[in-house]
């Protein structure tokens, strides 16, 4: 079996939102990078809330771009601390979770996701974007089931 060198082209996508499946998707591809060598793009999105005819009214200061680098910075500090040879790579990407990670896939050795986020309903075994990524990604896809 031949070695990796720390400077390879492997690499792992991550899609992170905070959630418990999310974060534990990334402590699993974290783990497998540092086996592998491989750097690890996690990934996360927003988007502006909709509100279908109703008005709603936002904090003028209210910043989802910043409230999403925010919680990514936070969870890949954790994932960093706990593997601190593994390269990481925090994205945060205007637009639904289920496209952007899929093109997110495309050259990429394993993309990572839970197995559902905030906003799906608490009984599914999976998310709609799990299930997106599952059918649409360009790499094997690996749909983490947080525990807890």
């Known amino acids: 079996m031949a070695l990796m060198s720390a400077n390879s082209s492997h ?3 991550v899609g992170v939102d905070g ?3 999310s974060m534990a998707a990334l402590e699993w591809v974290a783990h ?8 690890v793009e996690a990934i996360t ?4 809330p909709a509100s279908y005819g109703i008005a709603l009214f936002l904090p003028t200061e ?5 409230a999403a680098d925010t919680m990514l910075r936070d969870a890949v500090k954790i994932a960093q601390d706990a593997h601190p040879g593994v390269a990481f790579l925090p994205v945060v990407v ?3 979770p289920a496209p952007v990670l899929t093109r997110a896939s495309r050259d990429a050795d ?3 996701v839970g197995s559902r986020g905030h906003g799906e309903f ?3 075994l999976i998310g709609s974007v799990s299930e997106y990524c599952t059918l649409h990604a360009h790499c094997p896809v690996l749909v983490i089931r947080d525990r807890s």
Do not use: F, I
């Open 122 to 124: 608490a009984g599914m």
């Open 62 to 66: 209210y910043d989802p771009a910043a």
């Open 11 to 13: 690499r792992m996508v």
């Open 19 to 21: 959630s418990a499946g």
């Open 110 to 112: 394993l993309l990572a």
């Open 94 to 96: 205007e637009g639904h």
């Open 45 to 48: 999105t927003w988007e502006w």
């Open 32 to 39: 497998l990078a540092d086996l592998t060598w491989s750097t």
